[in-house]
């Protein structure tokens, strides 16, 4: 039976100093006064009988009773907050699903291909969230979260990450660009490499292909993301490592060609998480199995244009 004293408010200022691991990032969380939590605590301090927390500015450190505590708080409060969530799902009605996406495969992939999953699903709220890849923003809720890395990159206590998918990388550029600065499979001195600085991968794809690395001959242009890189390439700018989600189309119109025609399976992968503790709603579970099979038909349409343009694929 649960205590009908238990002092709520001082347990939850608590849970959110041991979670955020300062007196001023839990007011901010609770949008309450840095004092107002300091009060919480010593009142928790005064109920238990013994000290909880070590204070220190920025950081504060829990005592080995705190320790003790926040991890019974944790568990606690993320039930609440599956249960009242699963809940407040069922019953508003709404069916609304949050994506946090990294901004590329957004822009580039699923903005493309969302209608297919809207029209199988009339009546879902679908909010897209586009954002810098590894940005997981924690203190939000969302249903999913899409980013890329090596395999166990996001995975935590929080978080569960299974592996959507991995992709293709290749060197690109418009034809005329192709004509004035690739000659007999190498890259003249005179070429300009356009590179996403998050992502650079040139020394990668040289070292598999064979092809004769320039070195710094070249001229370098970095961009602070890959879809700067592509459009710059498309403006005849320059040569660029595109990837098989952003640069297909461009390829298959001609717009943009692979003057080497060798493709790099990428090592790093895209992942799909969410929260550890919540068990996906049914409209969850509906866009996974579509986002899964979307994905899968996308590949085989991916390596059938790649062959047509005789790009050979190896891997990493």
């Known amino acids: 039976m649960v205590n009908p004293m238990l002092p ?6 608590f849970d959110l100093v041991a979670r955020h691991g300062g007196f001023a990032n839990a007011a901010a969380a609770l949008n309450v006064t840095r004092p107002a939590i300091s009060k919480q605590i010593r009142h928790l301090e005064q109920l238990v009988g013994c000290a909880l927390v070590i204070r220190g500015r920025p950081h504060a450190t829990l005592t080995e009773t705190g320790r003790q505590l926040a991890a019974g708080l944790s568990q606690g409060f993320d039930l609440i907050s599956a249960t009242y969530q699963h809940i407040s799902d069922g019953r508003d009605g709404t069916n609304a699903l949050r994506i946090l996406v990294d ?4 822009s580039s992939w699923l903005a493309h291909h969302i209608g297919s999953f809207l029209v199988e699903n009339p009546g879902v709220a679908l909010e897209i969230v586009a954002e810098r890849n590894g940005r997981l923003r924690m203190d939000e809720n969302f249903s999913f979260r899409i980013f890329y890395g090596p395999e166990g990159s996001f995975r935590s206590n929080d978080l569960t990450e299974d592996t959507l998918c991995d992709w293709i990388d290749l060197p690109l550029c418009t034809p005329e660009y192709a004509l004035r600065h690739v000659t007999d499979g190498r890259l003249r001195s005179t ?3 356009l590179i996403d600085r998050n992502y650079d991968l040139r020394k990668d794809w040289f070292a598999f292909s064979g092809v004769a690395d320039p070195g710094p001959e070249v001229q370098v242009s970095k961009f602070n993301d890959t879809s700067m890189c592509l459009s710059a390439a498309l403006s005849g ?15 298959q119109s001609g717009r943009l060609v692979a003057p080497f025609r060798l493709g790099l399976r990428s090592a790093q992968r895209y992942a799909i998480c969410r929260a550890v503790r919540r068990n996906p709603t049914r409209n969850e579970a509906r866009f996974l199995a579509w986002l899964v099979g979307a994905i899968a038909l996308y590949r085989v349409r991916v390596e059938g244009i790649l062959v047509d343009h005789g790009v050979t694929i190896v891997s990493a």
Do not use: C, E, Q
């Open 8 to 13: 709520l408010t001082a347990l939850r200022a």
């Open 103 to 106: 901004r590329d495969f957004a």
């Open 191 to 193: 070429a300009r490499f």
């Open 237 to 251: 700018s320059g040569i660029t490592i595109g990837d098989s989600f952003m640069a297909l189309d461009a390829l």
